[in-house]
C-alpha cells in the first residue's frame, strides 16, 4: 500500500512519498513494506494469476497437476509460510498502519496522482481480505488440496458457479492485480530506479497494460471454471473421476 502523498503541487510524482535515510526503525520498516509487496508477495501474485490459475483454461487435469506441483514441493509449508503468508501479513497490516497514519487528499488535490494513491490504498485493502479468505477456504476448509489435487478443480468451481462468490472473485481479482502493478510503479519510484517524468510516464503507461494483462488472464480462468461441466467435490468421487479419465484415454 503507497505512503501519504505531499499536497505541495500537482502531479503524478505528489503520490509517492519519498524514502529517505536517517528516519530510523519507520525507514527501515518502509523499505521493507516496500519490497515485500514486489518480492515474495508480488511474485506469488504473479504465479498465481498468470500462470497457476491460468491452467485452469486447459482444464481440471492440467489444473490438477499444477496443484500437485506446487503441493508436491519440498518443505512446501514452511515455503507458504515464510514465502507467502507471513510476507502478505505483514505487507497488509503495515499497509493498514500507513493508511491509518496517512492523509487522503483527493477531495482537496483531486489530481490523477492523488486518486491512484488513494485508489492503491483501497485495492490492497480489499486485496488483503480477499487473499485471506481465499486462502483460508482453500487450504483449511474441506477436502486437502495437497492431498487431493484431482478436486481442486471442483472445489474452485463450487464457489465460482455461485453469484455472490464470483463477483467477489472478481472483485479481489481487480484488486489485486492492480494494486500489484501499480506498486511496481511505486516501488521503482521509491527506490530511485526510474527519474525523471517522462521515463516515469512510460513506466506508468507499462505498468497499467500490466494490470489489464493480469486481469483478463484472471477473468479468462474465472470463466473456465465456471464454463465447465461439475467437477467432483469430495476425495472418492475425485480419485474415482480421475482413475475413469485416465482409463478412457
Known amino acids: ?15 509517492v512519498a519519498p524514502l529517505r535515510a536517517g528516519q530510523g526503525i519507520s525507514f527501515f520498516l518502509r523499505r521493507l513494506h516496500s519490497l515485500t509487496g514486489i518480492i ?6 504473479f504465479e498465481h494469476i498468470l500462470i497457476s490459475n491460468s491452467t485452469a483454461i486447459s482444464g481440471p487435469e ?7 506441483f506446487l503441493g508436491g514441493l519440498p518443505l512446501v509449508f514452511f515455503l507458504e509460510l515464510f514465502g507467502i503468508w ?5 505487507h497488509g497490516l503495515y499497509g493498514f498502519y500507513i ?16 486518486w491512484m494513491y488513494t485508489l492503491q490504498r483501497w485495492t490492497g485493502g480489499i486485496a ?6 481465499h486462502t483460508w477456504t482453500m487450504r483449511f476448509t474441506g477436502v486437502d488440496l495437497h492431498m487431493v489435487p484431482e478436486a481442486s478443480f471442483g472445489k474452485v468451481q ?7 462468490y464470483f463477483l ?17 510503479w511505486l516501488f521503482c519510484a521509491k527506490w530511485g530506479i526510474v527519474t525523471g517524468d517522462k521515463a516515469q510516464k512510460r513506466l506508468l503507461a507499462l505498468c497499467l497494460a500490466f494490470f489489464c494483462v493480469m486481469t483478463a488472464a484472471g477473468l479468462a480462468s474465472l470463466t473456465s471454471f465456471r464454463s465447465r461441466a461439475q467437477q467432483p467435490l469430495d476425495q472418492g468421487t475425485a480419485a474415482i473421476h480421475t482413475m475413469q479419465h485416465n482409463e478412457s484415454r
Request: glycine letters at 8%.
Open 86 to 90: 507471513l510476507p502478505i501479513a505483514f
Open 62 to 68: 492440467a489444473y490438477a497437476k499444477q496443484v500437485a
Open 40 to 45: 515474495p508477495v508480488g511474485a506469488f501474485l
Open 158 to 164: 463450487m464457489e465460482v458457479l455461485q453469484t455472490p
Open 99 to 114: 493508511w491509518y497514519r496517512g492523509d487522503g487528499n483527493t477531495m482537496a488535490y483531486p489530481w490523477s496522482g492523488n
Open 1 to 15: 500500500m503507497a505512503s501519504a502523498a505531499s499536497p505541495s503541487a500537482p502531479g503524478i510524482r505528489q503520490a
Open 128 to 133: 488483503f481480505i480477499y487473499i485471506i479468505w
Open 168 to 184: 467477489f472473485y472478481i472483485l479481489g481479482l481487480v484488486a489485486a492485480s492492480w494494486h500489484f502493478a501499480y506498486g511496481i
